[in-house]
C-alpha cells in the first residue's frame, strides 16, 4: 500500500521516491516479459477488438463467412482426396463436400457468393488414379478397395 503523499512535496519528486523505494525492495525484480522486446501490435494503430484477435489467434480460430470456409474445405477435400490411400476414400470425401456445396449452391447463405460447383467424382478419381500411377513405386489400387 503506498502512502499518501505529504503535503507540499511536488507530485514528481514524490513519484520518484516511491519507484526509487521499490526498486531497493525488489519489486521490479524478474517481471513477467522482463528482458523480452515489447510486443509488435504496440506500434499498430488502436482497434477496440484487440482482445478479440488475440484470443482467436491463441485459440487458433478463423471466422470466415460461410461460403469462404466453405470454399477452403473443398480445396482442402480435393487435396485430401488426390493423397487418399484408396480410391473409395476418394469418393468418400468428393461425396461428402458436394453434399455441403449442392447446399450452399440452392441455400446461399449471407455473404459473398460461393464461386464453387461440385466436384465431378469420376474426374477427381481419373486424376488421382493418373497421380498415383505417376508416384514411383505407387500404382492404383484395385476399385472397391
Do not use: C
Not at 61 to 82: I, S
Amino acid at each position: 500500500m503506498t502512502e499518501r503523499k505529504p503535503p507540499g512535496v511536488p507530485f514528481e519528486s514524490w513519484i520518484d521516491h516511491q519507484i526509487r523505494d521499490a526498486q531497493q525492495r525488489g519489486e521490479f525484480d524478474r517481471l513477467p516479459g522482463s528482458g523480452e522486446p515489447l510486443p509488435a501490435e504496440l506500434d499498430s494503430t488502436y482497434d477496440e477488438l484487440w482482445w478479440i484477435k488475440r484470443k482467436m489467434a491463441r485459440e487458433g480460430l478463423a471466422v470466415l463467412p460461410p461460403a469462404l470456409a466453405l470454399r477452403k474445405e473443398a480445396e482442402d477435400a480435393l487435396a485430401a482426396a488426390y493423397a487418399a490411400p484408396s480410391e473409395r476414400i476418394v469418393r468418400k470425401i468428393i461425396t461428402d463436400v458436394n453434399v455441403k456445396i449442392r447446399d450452399m449452391m440452392f441455400k446461399p447463405p449471407p455473404g459473398p457468393p460461393l464461386g464453387k460447383k461440385p466436384y465431378d467424382v469420376e474426374d477427381v478419381v481419373r486424376e488421382w488414379r493418373q497421380r498415383r500411377a505417376a508416384a514411383p513405386g505407387d500404382g492404383p489400387e484395385p476399385a472397391g478397395r
